[in-house]
């Protein structure tokens, strides 16, 4: 799963432009993407901080270049801009407040929004499943209205399809498999489902309602009467009605089943890595090796 993307990547690689780059477990995970062919890291940061974690971690630095800026608001712009430019082909973020380095993305001089939506994919590694599986939006949208998860849902699609699923299988979530009024969330997905079938979504297949059981285990599905869906036990991605079932999903295959996971953030001119810092140096990584997948696979669309 990660591990075939990982014998995937492709060269030349990508360009990272980490912001606030002074944090030991960033650096780790971004020059192991540099050892490993998935990324060139430029260091944006308070130069003195990143030698001395360097030179304490045995990270060569002779290669790669390094911006002092020690005021991490100025290193989110600063490497916003490199992005935007063409300079770089991610965006990461390293010691400071997500809110920051979000600021520097909508900043009209030297940002990357383009407009659409910006949401959060996390991408969950389920040994059992055989494939990734992709959830949205646990980190960004906090109650998005149809229109915003009608872009979720494309977001998460194109990521899904870089990461090699020619056709993604969406199932929108709730507590049941049947619409009813009382519950938006089942309504929301009925729309969906039929936006997607007269091609409003397109490139995957989308249905729901479904209950989390019934999007990922075929028996289930099935011992519940849910027949006659393509999508049904074999989702490659979940939507969730909101950002607290996102999020709780996605700690509970982290913190509880120890999944391996990674993150991003789609929907600007470029990925947008914004790791945790609970986030452990591997998950940063496997964000980074994603992102990698994703920039290469939007600029190849663009061409």
Do not use: W
């Not at 799963?1 to 780059?21: D, H, Y």
């Not at 260091?43 to 270049?65: F, T």
């Not at 039929?194 to 285990?217: E, H, S, T, W, Y």
């Not at 996102?246 to 789609?266: D, P, Q």
């Amino acid at each position: 799963m990660f591990a075939r993307i990982l014998s995937e990547v492709l060269t030349p690689s990508q360009k990272i432009a980490v912001a606030a780059a002074h944090d030991k477990p960033v650096l780790e995970a971004v020059f192991k993407a540099k050892e490993l062919g998935v990324a060139l890291p430029i260091l944006v940061g308070d130069e003195g901080k990143i030698r001395r974690y360097a030179e304490e971690m045995g990270i060569d630095l002779a290669d790669s270049p390094l911006v002092h800026e020690p005021n991490v608001r100025k290193a989110a712009l600063y490497a916003s801009n490199l992005v935007r430019e063409g300079q770089a082909d991610l965006l990461m973020k390293g010691m400071l407040q997500t809110a920051e380095i979000l600021r520097a993305v909508l900043d009209k001089e030297k940002g990357l929004r383009e407009g659409s939506t910006l949401s959060h994919i996390a991408i969950i590694e389920v040994p059992s499943l055989n494939r990734l599986l992709l959830i949205t939006d646990a980190g960004m949208n906090i109650a998005p209205d149809i229109k915003q998860k009608a872009d979720i849902i494309r977001n998460a699609v194109t990521v899904a399809r870089a990461l090699g699923v020619e056709q993604p299988k969406v199932a929108a979530l709730s507590a049941l498999e049947v619409v009813n009024p009382d519950m938006p969330s089942t309504l929301d997905a009925a729309v969906l489902t039929q936006m997607n079938r007269r091609g409003q979504i397109k490139d995957c297949l989308v249905d729901g309602p479904f209950a989390l059981d019934n999007a990922v285990n075929a028996e289930r599905a099935e011992h519940k009467g849910i027949r006659g869906s393509e999508v049904a036990g074999q989702a490659d991605i979940l939507l969730v009605p909101n950002i607290e079932t996102g999020n709780a999903i996605y700690k509970a295959a982290t913190c509880l089943a120890s999944f391996r996971s990674a993150g991003l953030v789609f929907g600007a001119k470029a990925p947008i890595i914004l790791p945790s810092r609970a986030d452990t140096p591997e998950s940063k990584f496997l964000s980074i090796l994603c992102a990698s997948r994703v920039a290469a696979f939007k600029a190849g669309s663009n061409e």
